[in-house]
């Protein structure tokens, strides 16, 4: 090697030449491991395959078993790949007929630890299909489930030199990448055994029936390379076929389980469904047209209605080619011609025929009529084919047989198994089904894989079987002379024998086959209704099932209505409460009670309940007097009333369901469709009307303007607040009668909740009223005749000034009647230990009546001694006497003194000068004090009962004052 020195450093170039080497090195290794699996090659074309290509059929009639298998005689060669293969391309054909939980192709087992070195399958939980190799990081994933009986082709390509595969699905490339990853390509290793539909967890065996193929599988072949995508498509599109030069397709080649095999041309691998694929259903008995139409309906499908005579034609072509002599020989006449009824009537109007379902569109021909037909008149309103595809109006009622026409596959759901039987990968039944053929002579329901549902001519009934276990199965009478009573569609009753809801024994069980959905209601006939028109008060299923079991309440067997429930996070459940006071028939102030008509409402939720068709208006979901004592309820008392009690549940209760939230999605499990709403988001409202005495501390201070604030409390019983608790509902309190009474005026009323701060360890709740007095028939009958005795009193200061007697007698009169008054009010309110106002008044009434007389006394006490000179008058003789004595002289001067005892300064004596001063200061004096009195009284009355009356305010003032009063008594 020549180095030529440019003046830089040499070693940069060295470096490069060694990495050169390096890489030229590894590049020859790894071409020496691909060496006998050059992308070049040649196929082995299959020269035969227009005459036929051989295809095995596995588990056609949906039996899951592990005798169903086929078994490459050979295996890839130690001889020919001593390192297994590293590139290859493998394929097959398939028709898939009824699932499993895991539907093995094929499975390639190298020994009993690894059977799973390269295996095919599709998976029903994750609805893919997958190629797998073991030592490789990755699966070749196509993630779609296949149509029933739609051919697939499935080729994988993998060129471990580029560590790139390739998935072909019917010849279009679904994925591709990398397969090992970050780990080093493995070779399929030779030596193993090759199994057809059966996945094997040893070699030849360890099958497991549910991880079966049931299917046909066809063209499984495997090469040594990579094939191009043209030779992919070829195949896949049926151009060619080619045998696979490590395993081949050629019968020759293929050990044979229980499997059936039949050779079929190229071609109709490719012309899409070798069965099942047809939208028509030719049902084998005779029955009325209504029903058949129904029940074409109820399937969602319909009875074709010909839109000409040339589609006339090749409907009956179609059906004709459905029929098969031994099942359909009741729908045949003597000549070989079918008989079925055609999809028209006129029984909306005479002579126009039409479609029996909404929107009846009109038949747009003349119809395919017998000479001279229709003639029935108004008596055959439908219409049935005879001879020659000819139609004739008949009956409706008479009996044939039927074509169901449907737009898609017929999709059926079965309501009413239990979840455990259902489930997606371990259950024993389908919950949806679909009509295919006939098994027995009669129609075929069968499953997506795991059960189907014949008829038992034996037997007389139809039976639901599990493909997995036979033994496990429910069945259903049939009476052919009912059609209603014949096929298994709706709602029906059937014995169970085994393995549906751990049943067993003949037991019945409630199960709907049905296609409404979503939101629909299934009639037990079958017919389909809007699911809110189940349970609204009118019938509209044509056997009136859609309102029957309108419960909207069905109580498990382990609810145990004497425990309270707890919410949902398990905190303390929340009572409201609501009060609506009717009316207030009594209020005895005397006593000290007052009787209220109220209706006490409480609201509460129950997580554990839970709740069918409930309705918009909460006045429809009513609970049964029987199922109201059943559940929780929460047991109030009435703590201040008069007599111990509380609330209860009887035949007066009204228990309704308030709807909250939405319904929960439909299960299946239930086989009556229903909206169900969890207790949770559901409230219970429980109303009784009650009529209770309730005792009220009255404070009659201000007697008969008094401010009356009673309370109605009502504590939780049984259970302490810290598991129920209560609140108030919406307003709280209302009062819907009359607001002026006949004694008070009903004011504000206010439901509060009772707090903590009241030492209860129970829940409490509080109303409080306020009751303001009517004083109108007090001002009358006590204060306006007080004072009018009062004046009455008063004018006696205007009687003749030494008129004692009248004065006296007049003002004894008044006090009398005064006390009379306030005896008998007395009698009307309670004794108190205060003064209350009219108290004051009638005590002030009273004692200004006694002053009058007292000042009366005092006046008259004033008055000048009045003497008549009368010689039998004993005091004037004394006087006389005294004059004797003293004066001595002629009678003249005698007179004279006697007329100057009589006078002064000589002027006459007044004697009733000082009593006349002391009656006009009387006169001024009681004015000012009656005025004083009044002045006052009545603004203290009348501010009082004017006063704002706040309710809130008036409680807590009242709460105060009880307060107050218990630590005093403490």
Not at 132 to 139: A, E, F, Q, R, V
Not at 349 to 367: A, K
């Amino acid at each position: 090697m020549v180095i030529l020195h440019t003046g830089g450093p040499w070693w940069p170039r060295k470096m490069m030449g060694y990495q050169a080497a390096i890489v030229t090195f590894i590049l020859a290794m790894l071409l020496k491991n691909a060496e006998g699996q050059a992308p070049t090659y040649t196929l082995d074309i299959n020269e035969e395959a227009g005459s036929g290509i051989f295809v095995s059929y596995y588990q056609r009639k949906g039996y899951a078993k592990e005798a169903s298998w086929t078994e490459f005689n050979g295996t890839i060669s130690a001889d020919k790949w001593e390192q297994g293969l590293f590139s290859f391309t493998l394929c097959h054909r398939y028709q898939l007929y009824y699932t499993r939980p895991r539907m093995y192709l094929f499975t390639y087992a190298y020994d009993d630890d690894d059977t799973n070195e390269l295996y095919s399958e599709y998976h029903l939980g994750r609805q893919a299909f997958r190629v797998c190799k073991k030592g490789t990081k990755y699966c070749a994933w196509h993630r779609e489930m296949p149509d029933f009986y739609a051919w697939r082709f499935m080729c994988l390509t993998y060129d471990s030199f580029r560590d790139s595969f390739k998935l072909y699905m019917d010849g279009e490339k679904q994925e591709s990448g990398s397969w090992a990853g970050d780990n080093q390509p493995e070779p399929i290793r030779p030596g193993g055994v090759f199994i057809v539909g059966q996945d094997q967890d040893e070699i030849r065996g360890g099958y497991n029936s549910k991880q079966s193929w049931s299917g046909a599988i066809t063209q499984v072949n495997l090469w040594d390379f990579p094939m191009e995508e043209y030779d992919v498509q070829n195949i896949a599109e049926c151009r060619s076929d080619a045998f696979g030069n490590v395993i081949r397709w050629d019968e020759s080649f293929w050990i044979l389980g229980d499997v059936t095999v039949k050779r079929l041309p190229q071609f109709e691998l490719c012309s899409g469904d070798e069965e099942g694929g047809s939208k028509f259903f030719l049902f084998p008995d005779p029955f009325n047209f209504h029903f058949y139409n129904r029940m074409c309906d109820n399937l969602g499908g319909l009875m074709p209605m010909p839109a000409s005579e040339e589609n006339n034609h090749e409907l009956m072509d179609v059906i004709e080619d459905l029929v098969q002599t031994d099942i359909h020989e009741k729908c045949m006449h003597a000549s070989g011609n079918i008989i079925i009824w055609v999809g028209i009537v006129d029984q909306y109007e005479e002579g126009v025929w039409q479609d029996p379902s909404p929107p009846n569109p009109v038949l747009t021909f003349d119809g395919f009529w017998q000479t001279g037909q229709p003639n029935g008149g108004v008596g055959e309103n439908c219409a049935r084919t005879y001879i020659d595809r000819r139609w004739q109006d008949v009956n409706c009622d008479q009996s044939f047989c039927a074509v169901c026409e449907f737009p898609s596959r017929m999709n059926l759901t079965m309501r009413g198994l239990c979840g455990s039987d259902t489930k997606l990968m371990e259950g024993f039944f389908d919950t949806e089904y679909f009509i295919e053929g006939y098994n027995n002579l009669k129609p075929h329901w069968r499953g997506l894989g795991k059960s189907h549902i014949y008829y038992i001519t034996k037997k007389k009934a139809w039976r639901l079987e599990s493909f997995y276990a036979v033994e496990k199965f429910a069945d259903l009478a049939a009476d052919d002379t009912d059609p209603d009573a014949y096929y298994p569609l709706g709602r029906l009753t059937w014995k169970v024998y085994d393995g549906i809801c751990q049943m067993d024994g003949g037991s019945d069980k409630s199960l709907t086959l049905t296609t409404c959905f979503p939101q629909k209601f299934t009639c037990d006939d079958g017919t389909c209704v809007r699911i809110n028109q189940r349970c609204n008060l009118v019938v509209d299923c044509p056997d009136k099932s859609d309102e029957k079991n309108c419960d909207i309440l069905r109580l498990n067997e382990d609810y145990r209505g004497e425990l309270f429930p707890r919410e949902v996070d398990n905190s303390a459940l929340t009572v409201y409460i609501n009060v609506s006071i009717l009316a207030f028939p009594k209020i005895d102030t005397l006593e000290l009670f007052y009787t209220a008509d109220f209706v006490l409402s409480m609201r509460w939720r129950d997580p554990r309940l839970v709740w069918y068709d409930l309705r918009g208006a909460t006045d429809l979901n009513s609970l049964d007097k029987d199922t109201q004592t059943k559940i929780w309820s929460p047991e109030l008392s009435f703590t201040n009333a008069k007599i111990i009690g509380g609330s209860r549940v009887d035949s007066i209760s009204s228990t309704l369901v308030l709807r909250v939230g939405k319904p929960a999605p439909d299960n299946i499990e239930r086989a009556l469709e229903a909206n169900v709403y969890a207790g949770v988001d559901s409230y219970i409202i429980m109303s009784r009307e009650y009529f209770i005495d309730w005792t009220c501390d009255y404070d009659l201070i201000y007697y008969p303007f008094d401010t009356q604030v009673c309370k109605m409390v009502f504590d939780m019983t049984g259970v302490t607040r810290d598991y129920v608790d209560m609140d108030v509902d919406y307003d709280g309190v209302e009062y819907t009668g009359k607001e002026v009474l006949l004694e008070y005026v009903v004011g504000e009323m206010m439901l509060k909740k009772m707090g903590n701060d009241t030492g209860s360890k129970y829940a409490g709740m509080k109303v409080s009223l306020i009751l303001t007095r009517r004083w109108f028939y007090h001002a009358v009958s006590v204060f306006l005749q007080s004072v009018l005795l009062l004046v009455v009193a008063y004018t006696t200061f205007y009687y003749r000034i030494d008129n004692f007697q009248d004065r006296i007698m007049v003002a004894i009169t008044c006090m009398l009647v005064v006390a009379n008054v306030q005896s008998s009010v007395g009698e009307m309110i309670p004794k108190t230990s205060y003064f209350k106002m009219i108290d004051y008044f009638l005590l002030y009434s009273l004692n200004v009546i006694i002053l009058v007389m007292v000042y009366h006394t005092y006046q008259a006490a004033h008055i000048a001694e009045e003497f008549a000179p009368n010689e039998d008058d004993a005091e004037m003789e004394k006087i006389k006497q005294l004059a004797e004595d003293r004066v001595a002289g002629s009678e003249d001067v005698k007179n004279n003194l006697w007329n100057q005892f009589f006078t002064e300064g000589g002027e006459p004596v007044d004697r009733l000068e000082d009593a006349r001063r002391i009656n006009k200061q009387g006169q001024i004096f009681f004015v000012i004090a009656f005025l004083l009195f009044q002045i006052v009284f009545w603004s203290v009355a009348l501010a009082e009962y004017f006063s704002e009356k706040n309710i809130e305010t008036l409680t807590v003032l009242k709460e105060a004052a009880e307060f107050q009063a218990t630590q005093k008594v403490i």
